[in-house]
């Protein structure tokens, strides 16, 4: 499974930024997340085929995910964005997830080439 996002970019703080992600097939579970310099990966979101979302605690009622009708397209719309935000952010997938395993790098094998998004003033 090939994954290939896109939508980051500089944007000053309070702005919004859309994020794609386009599966070259259709795969059960994907999610976002991303990576500051020193830091370690984090979650940010994620989705199963059921519908069921995953967000992490810094992002909850700012950022939504959501998928296209044939869900082999993910989106990440984040809104009031924050320059702690900023980071390479990458999209997952896996055939198989559970609540427990949509938020760890861990639970996901197909991995995006990654996109920045840059918070500043």
């Known amino acids: 499974v090939q994954l290939v996002e896109s939508g980051g970019g500089s944007v000053q703080p309070g702005g919004s930024l859309r994020l794609s992600c386009t599966a070259s097939?259709?795969?059960?579970?994907m999610g976002w997340f991303r990576q500051a310099p020193g830091k370690e990966r984090e979650g940010v979101a994620a989705?199963?085929?059921?519908?069921?979302?995953t967000y992490s605690d810094s992002v909850k009622g700012r950022f939504t995910i959501s998928q296209d009708n044939g869900k082999k397209t993910l989106y990440l719309q984040m809104s009031s964005l924050k320059p702690e935000d900023s980071a390479m952010y990458y999209c997952?997938?896996?055939?198989?997830?559970?609540?427990?395993?949509?938020?760890?790098?861990?639970?996901?094998?197909?991995w995006g080439q990654g996109t920045q998004v840059t918070v500043s003033s």
């Open positions: 997952a997938a896996n055939y198989a997830c559970t609540i427990a395993t949509m938020s760890r790098p861990e639970g996901f094998t197909y």
């Open positions: 989705i199963d085929r059921h519908g069921r979302t």
């Open positions: 097939r259709y795969i059960d579970c």
